[in-house]
């Protein structure tokens, strides 16, 4: 790869570093303060009224604090130099946070499936009304962090990811204030382990997504949106591109994509410049900037069966002289 191209890398890098710094932090924060109280208090408030939704709810609040804890895991890490222990960076340990975070969503999703089903044989008495007050609380917290975070969401990607998250688990919250209204007017305390499930459903899903998308990095596979074979299809269309092998598409972190490969070039130009030519191809048709090429020599030809009987005589003529 050119120098050129490396120096493209470091102020790619560099900007992208100074983006993540100069991102909303002072957003995120409130936004998580504001979750983390209320999932507090939802906790105490389901464990007096006896309701098993508002518990559920806040392993709903609980997914939020956590994708805003991991926004603020990557701002800080971004302000991290790399040293050379550490090559990239600290840039996967918001990868471990969120395999982490969707291993204890799942576990505690499944654990409130199963009290679910235990409480339908014998529902315990639910407080409707303050079950019903505390949910609306629940969603009032969950817009007013969307609306917190939507100023920001605009410029940066890990703040746009989180407001999408609370808007979304915002329908926890709606679930468990159906829940309040049933056994408040109707008296079904069953209303209230149904929504529960109901809302364990969209927390395992949200978990799965994360375990998912993490062991996918993990693993490094190739990111969403990256198509291996166009990718392997616009280097063999690059002038000086003889051949291709050792491709690699995989991330360091969800917004880090890199692309190694090594080219074997057809002897008409130099190898940096058909490294150079490759780099800004994928650069420029997919929007990767982290790419190292290894530019390789031209097969040796094969020579005609003639020719390696002359070259053997020559050389045995030499050694007699």
Known sequence: MTREDHDHEKQ?????SHALRGAPTRRLTIALVLTAVFMIAEVVAGWLSGSLALLSDAGHMLTDAGALAVALIAQAIAARARSGQRTF?????????????????GAS????????????????????????????????????????????????ANVRAAAAHVAADAAGSVGAIIAGLLVWQFGWDRADPVMSIVISVLILWSAWKLV????GVLMEGAPRGVDFERIEKTIMETPGVAAAHDLHVWSISEDFPV?????????????????ARVARRIRETHGIEHITVQPEAPAAPLLPSSTLVKQAIVRKRGQES
Do not use: C, K
């Open 89 to 105: 960076g600290y840039r996967r340990a918001e990868i471990l946070a969120a395999l982490g975070n969707g291993v204890v969503l």
């Open 212 to 215: 998912r998308e993490a062991v």
């Open 12 to 16: 790619v890098g560099e900007a992208h």
């Open 259 to 275: 692309v190694t490969v090594h080219v074997v070039l057809d002897g008409q130009e130099h190898g940096t410049e058909v490294a």
């Open 109 to 156: 999703s499944v654990w409130i499936v199963v009290e679910a089903v235990r409480r339908f044989g014998a529902p315990p008495e639910v407080h409707g009304l303050p079950m019903l007050g505390v949910a609306t609380l629940g969603l009032l917290v969950n817009l007013t962090s969307a609306a917190v975070l939507r100023g920001g969401a605009q410029t940066n």
